[in-house]
């Protein structure tokens, strides 16, 4: 069974930055995924990286701000997050997937909070 287990987040003044790691457990590596989910929205993804880490797509509103890498000797996905904007506040999930069908492995979630 794969495990997700997310470290980082906190509060941090608009224009600040904050890193996000993942760390992946119990499975074969997989492709992994950012999602943040503000309060009374929906879940949304913000980005995503391939298993070699050679391929990454972002959510329009955080390119340019946010990268995500990974180093496959840890088993971890990292999520850059620079130029905070206050509508960046979000809670943050990981998720991993075994097929391009579905996201099948979730993170406990982190709190991002951006001031303004």
């Known amino acids: 069974q794969v495990q997700l287990v997310q470290s980082g987040g906190g509060l941090v003044q608009a224009g600040g930055s904050l890193r996000l790691s993942c760390a992946a457990s119990?499975?074969?590596?997989?492709?992994m995924g950012w999602f943040r989910q503000a309060p009374g929205k929906e879940r949304e993804f913000v980005a995503s990286?391939?298993?070699?880490?050679?391929?990454?797509y972002y959510e329009d509103s955080v390119k340019g701000r946010f990268t995500i890498s990974r180093d496959n000797a840890k088993n971890t996905v990292f999520l850059q997050m620079n130029s905070l904007k206050p509508e960046d506040t979000a809670v943050y999930f990981c998720?991993?997937?075994?097929?391009?069908?579905?996201?099948?492995?979730w993170g406990q979630g982190t709190q991002v909070t951006v001031s303004s």
């Open positions: 990286i391939s298993t070699s880490g050679g391929g990454t």
């Open positions: 998720a991993a997937r075994r097929d391009p069908t579905s996201w099948h492995y």
């Open positions: 119990g499975g074969t590596r997989y492709p």
